[in-house]
């Protein structure tokens, strides 16, 4: 007599211990009754191919990509989405019941979600985004960005060169601005979206002016742990909207969760507690 597998999923990074995913998805599957498990797992760069052909054997049906695999993985999927390779990266794999790695990546629909939810009335088209950053999470966002239709993209990364890179891959919306004069153009921005890391628990501060800044002008930041960051904060008291970087995260883990387990799940108060607990 043989039973159905229950099906497996998990992230893969290293280091991988803080991720939150686990919590998140435990959550959805005890929601909607679901059988299924969702485990970290700490892998080497090296063993990454070894480890991916072995999963699915196993019974995984797909697995998260953090930090430092997002772009190697490329270099295995049998298949990847072309949002994975214009942003150069992917966050989720499906392996297929043929055999074949699929890779997608579905940071950047997590960030527009958020907004959606955080700023319902967000209208991506009535003026320019500042994006502070240019590493791999600055490349979803502006992607995500300019196809909803934002008009002009400014960013601004402490390396100038990796800015004029992104700005290169992605065309002529996407303009750069000098570290020094970032504060300088934040007063015609309608969003202002941080993707550096400046500003989590453990590092630097956001030392970009922000005097500049209108208000109603919508602001973001990616980082979540804490959850108000400096900039947040400022921002709020200089009367802007803001969106903090939880939501992202939960809302770009929607179409995996989809994927592995059979069920479209919903961000919610209770989606939002679960993480913060």
Known sequence: MTTD???????????????????????WLRVHGLRGHYIPMDVNTDDLAEVLGTLPKMGFVGV??????????????DLITDRATLIGAANTLIFRKDGKIHADNTDGYGFIENLRQGAPNWNPSSGPAVVLGAG????AVVASL????????????????????LADDFGKRVKVVDWVKAGNVLEDADMVVNTTSLGMLGKPEMRVPLDGLR????VTDLVYNPL???LLREAEALGCQT???????LHQAVPAFERWFGKRPVVDAATRAAILR
Not at 64 to 77: G, Q, R, S, W
Not at 215 to 218: C, P
């Open 243 to 249: 969106v903090d970087g939880l939501g992202m995260l």
């Open 146 to 165: 300019i196809d909803v239709g934002v008009p002009e993209i400014l960013i601004s990364n402490r390396t100038r060169v990796r800015a004029e890179k």
């Open 136 to 139: 791999g999470a600055a490349r």
């Open 228 to 230: 108000q960051t400096r």
């Open 64 to 77: 998260n990509i953090t930090v430092p695999h997002k772009e190697k993985v490329l270099e295995i999927a």
């Open 215 to 218: 208000k109603g002008t919508l």
């Open 5 to 27: 597998r229950i099906p497996l999923a998990g992230v893969i990074g290293s280091p991988v211990a803080h991720s939150k995913s686990p919590q998140l998805h435990h959550h």
